[in-house]
C-alpha cells in the first residue's frame, strides 16, 4: 500500500514538473551559450572556456562551449559623403562595425586652394587563420580597427593625394589621374614628396606701343618669368619613387575599390573659376568670331580669285579664239597670196607662152608675108603686074561707067555746039573727053603703062 496521501503525491509531481523546467531552462541556455548561427560574408573569431581560439568562415551553426565570438565583415567600407537626406543611400544598411562614414573630408591642393572631398574605400580583411587571428589580437574588434587604422590611413592618403597637384590642374582635365592616383597610393604606400617652388618662363611676351618714337619696333614688356609650385617625388637608390608603406598591408588587409566621388573647392576659387570660364567662353567666342572672319576673308579672296581666273580664262578664251583668228586668217591670206602667187606664175607661163606663141605667130606671118610678097613680086617682074594692071583698070572704067550711067541731065542738051570764046557746053564729046582725062589721071596714080611691053 501507498503510504503516502494525496496531498504529498501532488507535492511530489509538482516538484518533479518543477525540476524538469529548470532543467530544460539550464539546458536552453547551455545550448544558447554553446552554439551561434554563422552569416554569410562574415569572419568568427571564436575562443572557448578552455583558451583555445578558431576562425569560422563557414555558414551554419558552429558549436561554441561557453566561449565567446566576434564577427568581422570581410569587407569594409571607409567613405566621406555629405550627410543630407538627398545624399543618403538606402538601398543597404551596414552595422557600424563594417563601415565608418565621414563628413566631406577638408583637403588642400597645391595651389593652397581649399575644397571638401567625398571619396569611398572599401576595404578587404584576411580570410586565412593565421593572418585573421593576428589582426584579431591587434586590433580586438572591428570598431577599434576602422578608428584607429582605416579612419586615419583614409584621411592621410587623401590629403596628401591633393599636394601632388593644384586646383587649376585637377578642374583643367587631372580628375583621373588625381583619382588614379588615390587608388595607387591607398594600395601601396603615400609618396614622400618634396615642395619646390620653381620659377618658369611664360613664353608670352607682348610689345608695348606707348614710345612713338620706337615706331613698330617697341620694347617687350610683361613677365617673362612666374613662379610655381613644383612637387618632387623622392627616388631611391633604383630610381623609384619612396613611398611611406601603409600599415594595415602588414595586417594582409588590401584595398578593393578606392574611389574619388566629388571635389567642392572653396567659393573664391568657385568665383576665379566662373571668371575664367567667362573669359575662356571670350576668348573662344573671339576665336570664332576670327575664326569667322578669316573664313570671309578667305572667302573674298577665294572669290576674288574665281572671278580672276574666270576673267583670265575668258581673256585666254578670247585671245585663243583672236589668235586662232588671225591665224586662220594669216593662212587664208598666205593661202590667197600663194593661189595669187600660182595664178601669176601661170598666167606668167601662159604670157610667155602666148608671147613664144604670137612670136611664132608672127614669125609665121612675116615668113609667109616675105613667101607671099616674094610670090607677087615674082609675079609682078614676070608679067609686069598685068593682072593687077588690068583688074584695076577694070575697076576704074566699071566705076565711072556708073557713074556716066547714074548721071542725070536734061533730055534735050541745047547749045551742043561749042561757043564762040571755045568754052564747054557739056556734050557728049566733051563729057568723053573728061572721062579719059581722069582716066588717065588714075592710071598715073597707079603707076602702071597700059602698054604691053614686048620682050
Known sequence: ????????????????????????????????????????????????????????????????????????????????????????????????????????????????????????VRFSIPSDEESFLKLAHEYRSPENLLRTALLPVFKETLQANASLMTAEEYYAGGRTEFNSEFENQMRNGIYLVKREEVSVNSGRLASGTANVALGTEQEE?????????????????????????????????????????????????????????????????????????????LLAIARGEREVAERQAQAKVDQIQKTTEAQTEKQLAITRAEKLKAEAEIQRETAEINLEKAKIEAQTQRTLAEAEAYQKQVILEADNALAQKLEAEIKIQQLWAEAYAKRQVPTNVFGGGSGGDGAPVGNDYETKAFMQLLTLDAAKRLNYDRDLVKD
Open 1 to 120: 500500500m501507498d503510504d503516502h496521501t494525496p496531498t504529498q503525491r501532488l507535492s511530489f509531481k509538482k516538484g518533479k514538473f518543477i525540476a524538469g523546467g529548470v532543467v530544460a531552462l539550464v539546458l536552453m541556455y547551455v545550448l544558447s551559450q554553446s552554439f551561434f548561427y554563422a552569416e554569410p560574408g562574415y569572419i568568427y573569431h571564436v575562443r572557448t572556456v578552455t583558451g583555445n581560439e578558431a576562425v569560422v568562415t563557414e555558414i551554419g551553426y558552429k558549436f561554441y562551449p561557453f566561449g565567446r565570438y566576434n564577427s568581422w565583415k570581410r569587407a569594409m567600407t571607409v567613405q566621406a559623403v555629405s550627410g543630407s537626406s538627398q545624399d543618403a543611400i538606402t538601398s543597404e544598411k551596414d552595422s557600424n562595425n563594417a563601415s565608418a562614414s565621414l563628413p566631406p573630408l577638408s583637403i588642400m591642393f597645391l595651389d593652397q586652394v581649399d575644397a571638401h572631398a567625398q571619396a569611398t
Open 221 to 297: 614688356y610683361g613677365e617673362d618669368d612666374k613662379t610655381v609650385f613644383v612637387v618632387q617625388k623622392v627616388l631611391d637608390e633604383t630610381g623609384q619613387p619612396r613611398r611611406k608603406q601603409q600599415r594595415f598591408t602588414d595586417y594582409g588587409i588590401t584595398v578593393v575599390s578606392a574611389l574619388v566621388t566629388d571635389i567642392k573647392p572653396n567659393q573664391k576659387f568657385i568665383e576665379r573659376m566662373q571668371l575664367k570660364q567667362k573669359a575662356s567662353a571670350d576668348r573662344a567666342i573671339a576665336r570664332e568670331q576670327r575664326v569667322q572672319e578669316e573664313e570671309q576673308r
